[in-house]
């Protein structure tokens, strides 16, 4: 069955240290991939989308992820968090057409000061 | 544009009453969809519309049921509540395989 998996629930750092969130998908072929951030009490918004071309793609906020086929995966990163970067995060994928989105289960990120 | 819209905010139920998720898009896009937000599982697809006139089926389907007579507006029908329904709704929208955007929830409690 597709899949997204989000394994780490919680992460926990200090402001300004570099952040990386897993993403990783079972699918038969390469799906198209997002990550979106949904800060307390509101809606989704998308960071960024992979698909195709450019394997490394830059999204808002200075986030950016890198699409790695050979392990199905799609691992978001900042290289200097700030507090307001506190939210949790969702990995999403979709068969290309299908217009039938499969959601992680999220990251939520807390940053210390 | 107030981009996607959903009324209410908040809704408490009885368990067996009924009542409309209303959900509008002002951006002329094809594409609507509803998910619901539940601890620890992420947002799960209920329903979704390619188009006027034009709904199927998402992972969790039971219990709800959706029409699309415009293009704008995409309601979520819960015909008879149960506390398994108790959620966050999120209607999105998109324009074809692209960004979706969200509108802010409604948050549903049936007792």
């Known amino acids: 069955a597709q899949s997204v998996t989000q394994p780490d629930i919680h992460i926990t750092v200090s402001e300004g240290a570099s952040l990386e969130l897993r993403c990783n998908y079972s699918?038969?072929?390469?799906?198209?991939l997002f990550w979106y951030v949904q800060s307390p009490g509101q809606g989704l918004q998308l960071l960024l989308k992979y698909f195709s071309g450019d394997t490394l793609v830059q999204g808002i906020k200075g986030f950016e992820a890198e699409f790695k086929r050979s392990q199905s995966s799609f691992n978001l990163r900042k290289p200097s968090v700030h507090w307001s970067d506190a939210a949790e995060y969702f990995c999403?994928?979709?068969?290309?057409?299908?217009?039938?989105?499969?959601f992680g289960t999220g990251t939520r990120l807390k940053v210390l000061a | 544009n107030a981009g996607v819209t959903q009324t209410p905010k908040f809704q408490v139920l009885k368990t067996g009453q009924s009542m409309t998720l209303q959900c509008a898009q002002d951006m002329n896009h094809e594409y609507m969809s509803w998910y619901r937000q539940d601890p620890g599982m992420g947002l799960r697809l209920i329903h979704y519309s390619v188009g006027a006139g034009i709904t199927d089926q998402g992972e969790v389907p039971n219990g709800y049921n959706v029409s699309r007579s415009t293009t704008e507006d995409f309601p979520l029908r819960l015909l008879s509540a149960a506390p398994s329904q108790t959620s966050v709704y999120f209607c999105?929208?998109?324009?074809?395989?692209?960004?979706?955007?969200f509108g802010p929830g409604t948050r549903l409690t049936v007792l």
């Open positions: 699918y038969g072929a390469t799906p198209y």
């Open positions: 999403a994928v979709e068969h290309p057409g299908t217009y039938k989105y499969i």
């Open positions: 999105a929208s998109s324009s074809g395989s692209d960004t979706q955007y």
